[in-house]
């Protein structure tokens, strides 16, 4: 979610990108688009795939009813809150970038603006209340079928689902995951913003994970050659780039529908967007095995941060999109101005965090348990337990303290 600030700081810089979708500077970076590219490639199917996984886990501790309140009181309520604040915030900074005059005012255009992503996790969630109450009453209804010889029709269905899960979600290969990928986002270039389908896809594969230790295992030993090949990819899509290859949505959405339009959808269109999502499997898979061999161990620094991301992500759009557009008139080169905004922008999301949000009630609102200053004082770092000031040694592994 931090890697938000990074994207939205490079769209200003992005050659040829229309005012319409963002107030561009002056001078562009194509180094500055490739970090775009890469980053935009991955990141929120990952960021599904990790909700997914983390979904499973809490359901299968506790319960679905657990998991439904979770997502309404930590998704919801801060989705209530903050779709009225951008409204009367980002229209106001968008007009200021797009042309130097600022006045606030209130406008829903754009909405949900960078929080589409709440939408659609409280969209699976409701789907899966609905398919909760279906399932329990096609068991209700089944039952006075149980007389009747269905067991050959219940084992097809069976067979047929155990095949499909495994062709799609649990191959070490993930062909057939790309394959379905492919097909449902075909429609939007493998973008996700408006395609709650795509990123279902990506929810349902880390929900499937969870239960699958053999996968989950592999992943995390293989992680380099998932890796690797994604870099491939990514350098194969980048050089389609170069050579001036149109993204596959450029081609189907045209202003004007002409008759030379499929055409126009020739094997190179067809070749970048299959790498596109060809490399959004593989670095996402890759991602989480990388996290899981190298960094699976307690780090009080990570810890911070990914506690934080959720205030970071949700504040930090109007900081970055305010401070790249005051910086379209200072003379630096756009790579400047990039990392410049990137570094204002975290460091004002850090600090709020540390000093105003962890330790209040807005800690509890958005990530439900409080964290007062001297939590990580006396944090065992071996297994990440709390042992309280007094404590010299781990009262659950024994090792010394760090204080």
């Known amino acids: 979610m931090v890697m938000g600030i990074v994207l939205h700081a490079a769209l200003p810089y992005i050659p040829g990108?229309?005012?319409?979708?963002w107030p561009s500077d002056s001078s562009s970076s194509y180094p500055v688009k490739v970090i775009f590219?890469?980053?935009h490639m991955w990141r929120m199917p990952l960021f599904?795939?990790?909700a997914g996984f983390f979904a499973n886990l809490i359901i299968t501790r506790r319960s679905w009813e657990f998991w439904w309140t979770n997502r309404f009181l930590r998704v919801g309520l801060p989705m209530l809150v903050f779709f009225p604040a951008m409204g009367f915030i980002l229209p106001s900074i968008w007009k200021y970038g797009l042309t130097g005059e600022f006045n606030f005012f209130y406008s829903n255009v754009g909405q949900p603006f960078h929080l589409w992503f709440l939408w659609q996790l409280m969209i699976f969630t409701l789907c899966s209340?609905?398919?909760?109450?279906?399932y329990k009453g096609f068991a209700i209804l089944s039952k006075p079928l149980e007389n009747f010889d269905l067991g050959i029709l219940k084992s097809v269905f069976l067979k047929l689902r155990d095949v499909s899960s495994t062709i799609i979600f649990k191959a070490?290969?993930?062909?057939?995951?790309?394959?379905v990928c492919a097909v449902t986002n075909f429609w939007t270039g493998g973008e996700l913003v408006i395609n709650?389908?795509?990123?279902?896809?990506?929810?349902l594969f880390g929900f499937s994970l969870y239960s699958n230790p053999s996968l989950f295992c592999f992943v995390k030993k293989k992680w380099k050659y998932y890796l690797l090949i994604a870099?491939?990819?990514?350098?194969a899509y980048v050089a389609l780039d170069i050579k001036g290859v149109k993204d596959v949505t450029e081609v189907i959405y045209q202003n004007e529908v002409k008759e030379n339009q499929v055409q126009r959808l020739n094997i190179l269109v067809l070749s970048r967007y299959g790498l596109k999502i060809i490399g959004t499997v593989l670095f996402s898979i890759g991602f989480i095995g990388l996290a899981e061999a190298k960094f699976g161990s307690y780090n009080p620094l990570s810890r911070f941060i990914s506690d934080g991301s959720y205030w970071m992500y949700l504040i930090h759009l109007p900081i970055v999109a305010f401070t790249t557009f005051f910086l379209f008139e200072w003379p630096f080169f756009p790579e400047v101005k990039f990392v410049l905004s990137i570094a204002f922008t975290t460091g004002i999301c850090l600090i709020t965090y540390r000093y105003f949000v962890r330790p209040s009630f807005i800690g509890i609102f958005l990530n439900g348990k409080r964290f007062p200053s001297s939590y990580h004082k006396n944090i065992c770092l071996q297994c990440g337990v709390n042992s309280g000031d007094s404590e010299q040694f781990c009262i659950y592994c024994g090792i010394k303290m760090p204080h």
């Open 37 to 39: 590219e890469f980053i």
């Open 196 to 203: 709650p389908i795509g990123s279902g896809l990506y929810f």
């Open 172 to 179: 070490k290969f993930p062909i057939g995951f790309i394959l």
């Open 129 to 134: 209340i609905l398919l909760r109450i279906l």
């Open 48 to 50: 599904f795939m990790l």
């Open 231 to 235: 870099g491939l990819v990514f350098s």
């Open 17 to 21: 990108i229309p005012s319409s979708i």
